[in-house]
């Protein structure tokens, strides 16, 4: 593929560099249980994995919050866990419990995972991803995504959900040459279905890395920035013109080095991340991406007015995208949407 003309659609063109005002605004999470047109299409679904491998179900949920809100950008519906669902691990989500899959923890579980059908399994989110590029709005950028190589494993390793990542980790420093092994395997297999989705019409990636907060200093830059570092090389190479944006979720100060080993176009900030420091250190860089607190769109009222004028004060004077600092929770009033959704669009900077 060649490089592509100069973008129209204002969320890429905030990725390539330019200063918007208002700027362009999407949220994590924009599809989801907050959203009784959700709820309603999840419950004839089946399961959440069902969903997720049904093209007209998945498109339909992608494309709920746009008409209520008028995103910038939509996101496939779809999760980072059909990777290892691809790969043959067994991976399921329980009500109320999240997801719960049959742990790797041992050279022998590795071995029992096989990449050779990955494109196979995938491909209804393939389907999703071809029928949203015709769908959406002419003026709407189509996102797609995976989990960063760092925070599957941490899913696959654990099989579940976790709170100190003890096997991940115990793993990472026991058993290097396997935890190795299925990083690369990981970072193979995300390259591939990230590049079949940009085929499929995707025209900008996010690669969330939710845990990579988790890390200390050397095992962030083998564990987060190399296979991060390694997407947007292979990406830049194979699919030119395609931006990535990064989200090196709870980085601290090590978003800097993210920034500048990695060469994202973009950086998605959590609501940690302080906006000063942020326009000093990583707007010259790269676009900046968030960062309000999302139970700020629980709390809704003057609060969630502050808070969203306090970010804007900071980032919009720079390259910069409008988002959350992690994804909507069930529990928002999507009528709190509403409300920045219009507050942004009235904002002169
Ligand atoms: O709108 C969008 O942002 C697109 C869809 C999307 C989902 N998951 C749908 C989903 C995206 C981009 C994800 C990414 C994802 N999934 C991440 C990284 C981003 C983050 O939030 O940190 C992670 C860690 C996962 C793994 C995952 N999926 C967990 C831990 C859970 C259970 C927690 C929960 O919210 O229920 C999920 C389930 C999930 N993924 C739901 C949705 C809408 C809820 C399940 C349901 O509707 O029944």
Known sequence: MTDR???T?????????E????????????????????????????????????????????????RRYGFDAAILFSDILVVPDALGQTV??????????????????????????LHQHLAPVYATMATLSKAIPATTALIGF??????VATYMVEGSGSKDFAQTKKLMWSEPETFAR????????????????????????????TWAGALPEDQFERWVIGPTRSLVERIRSERPGVPVVGFPRQAGILY????????????????????????EK?????????????????????????????????????????????GIVPQTPPEHVARLAERLKGWKG
């Open 5 to 7: 003309s100069p973008p």
């Open 9 to 17: 659609k204002r969320f890429l063109r905030a990725l390539a560099g």
């Open 19 to 66: 200063t918007l005002s208002p700027p362009p605004f999407w949220l994590m999470r924009q599809a989801g249980r907050y959203l009784p047109e959700y709820r309603e299409t999840r419950a004839t679904a089946g399961s959440f994995l069902d969903l997720c491998y049904n093209p007209a179900l998945a498109s339909e949920v992608t494309l709920q919050p746009l």
């Open 92 to 117: 399921a989500f329980r009500e109320g419990e999240g997801p719960v899959l049959t742990p790797i923890r041992s050279a022998g579980d590795l071995s029992r995972l096989d990449a050779s059908g």
């Open 146 to 151: 995976a989990g960063a190589p760092w925070t």
């Open 182 to 209: 299925l990083m690369q395997m990981l970072t193979t297999a995300t390259g591939d279905y990230l590049i079949r989705q940009i085929d499929n019409g995707a025209e900008a990636i996010q690669i969330f890395d």
């Open 256 to 279: 800097e080095r993210f920034v500048t080993e990695t060469g994202v176009d973009g950086v998605s900030l959590d609501s940690g991340v302080p906006l000063a420091w942020a326009a």
């Open 282 to 326: 990583l707007q010259p860089r790269c676009t900046v991406q968030g960062n309000l607190d999302p139970i700020l769109l629980v709390a809704g009222g003057e609060a969630l007015d502050a808070g969203i004028d306090r970010i804007l004060k900071v980032l919009g004077k720079g390259r910069f995208i409008f988002n959350l600092g992690h």
